[in-house]
C-alpha cells in the first residue's frame, strides 16, 4: 500500500497524500539487495546530505523557491518575510510566519500541537511493523523516563517538505533536560515507517524533558540538523518557539502523561489528521 491517508480537521474531509519523490522512496524500501544498499548509503554517509544542504543554503537554489511554493500550493500570505527575500531554498525552509496566522488556544491545561504536520496516535502495545514492534525504550533510551511516560500517550506529527518546520512549547514549562542521541537519517514518511516502524528509535534525533510532557524531535532523510533555541534550566512560555528542521521531511514525537486525554477529534485509524501549530491536541 502507498497510499497517504489524511483527514483535514476542520471540515473532516478525507485526501490522499503523495510524498516528494514517492517512486524513489517506493524504490528505496523494497527488499532487494539493491535497495537495502542505497537506503543505507542515503541513511548513513554524512556526505550525502553535506552535498545536498550545501546546494540548498547556495543562492542556486533560490530558482527552485517559487516551483515549490506552486506544486505544492504554500501559503505564502502567511510568511512573516515574503518568498523574494530568502537567498535560498534553506531560508524559504525555516521561514518563520506572522504570529496571528498560528493562534495558541488558551487553557493552562490545554496541550497544543507544537508544529503543523500530521498527527497520529501510536497504540504502544499493538503497533508493529513486519514483527519490528515501537519501542519506547529504544527511542529514549532512560529507564527513569520510560517509566515517567509508560502509561501515557504518544503522538507522532509528521512534517512534509512543504510544512512550516519551527517547533513550539506545547505547554508552559521548565526544560528538565535535553539529550542528543545520535543515529542515520532514514525517511519518516509513511511509505518507509511501514517497512520499518523502528526508524522513529534509530533515527537521529533530540530529546526535550518537561514534567507532564517531553518531545523528541526526529531527524529524517537530508535533515541532519535540528537547531534548538532552549536549553536544560530555561523556563518557557506555551507557543514559544524552541527548535527547527533544517530541509527535509522531519517528526516530533508526543509523550504525555497518562493524566492526558486526547482530543476526540483526532481518532482516525485509516491514516493522519491535519494539524496546525497551536490547536489543541489534549487536555489535562
Known amino acids: 500500500m502507498t497510499t497517504i491517508h489524511l483527514l483535514k480537521r ?3 474531509q478525507e485526501v490522499e497524500e503523495d510524498p516528494p519523490a514517492k517512486g524513489i522512496l517506493i524504490w528505496l524500501y523494497k527488499d532487494n539487495l539493491i535497495s537495502k544498499v542505497a537506503r543505507f548509503l542515503l541513511a548513513n554517509v554524512p556526505i550525502l546530505g553535506w552535498v545536498y544542504a550545501s546546494f540548498q543554503k547556495s ?3 533560490k530558482k527552485t523557491i517559487h516551483p515549490f511554493i506552486q506544486k505544492y500550493g504554500v501559503a505564502v500570505e502567511e510568511f512573516l518575510h515574503p518568498p523574494e527575500s530568502f537567498k535560498n531554498f534553506s531560508e524559504f525552509f525555516e521561514r518563520a510566519l506572522k504570529p496571528e496566522v498560528r493562534p495558541i488556544q488558551n487553557g493552562e491545561n490545554i496541550l497544543v500541537s507544537p508544529a503543523d504536520g500530521r498527527v497520529k496516535e501510536v497504540n504502544r502495545d499493538h503497533f508493529e511493523v513486519k514483527g519490528r514492534q515501537f ?3 529504544k527511542l529514549i533510551k532512560d529507564p527513569l523516563l520510560v517509566e515517567k511516560f509508560k502509561e501515557g500517550k504518544i503522538l507522532t506529527i509528521r512534517l512534509a517538505p512543504q510544512d512550516y518546520h519551527r517547533l513550539h512549547a506545547p505547554l508552559a514549562g521548565k526544560v ?3 539529550r542528543k542521541l545520535n543515529g542515520p537519517l532514514f525517511s519518516v514518511s509513511p511509505l518507509a515507517i511501514r517497512k520499518n516502524m523502528a526508524i522513529l528509535h534509530e533515527n537521529k534525533r533530540v530529546l526535550v ?3 507532564n510532557f517531553a518531545m523528541v524531535l526526529v531527524g ?3 535533515v541532519g540538523t535540528i537547531h534548538l533555541d532552549v536549553a536544560e534550566g530555561d523556563f518557557v512560555e506555551k507557543g514559544q518557539q524552541i527548535a527547527k528542521f533544517s530541509f527535509g521531511g522531519s517528526m516530533c514525537v508526543l ?3 497518562k493524566n492526558f486525554k486526547l482530543d476526540e477529534d483526532l481518532y482516525y485509524p485509516k491514516g493522519e489528521v491535519l494539524v496546525k501549530m497551536g490547536q489543541s491536541l489534549a487536555q489535562s
Do not use: G, H, Q
Open 176 to 178: 528538565l533536560s535535553v
Open 59 to 61: 543562492p542556486l537554489s
Open 10 to 12: 476542520d471540515t473532516r
Open 135 to 137: 519501542s519506547i525504550e
Open 209 to 211: 524533558e518537561f514534567e
Open 255 to 257: 509523550l504525555l502523561k
Open 220 to 222: 529524517a532523510t537530508f
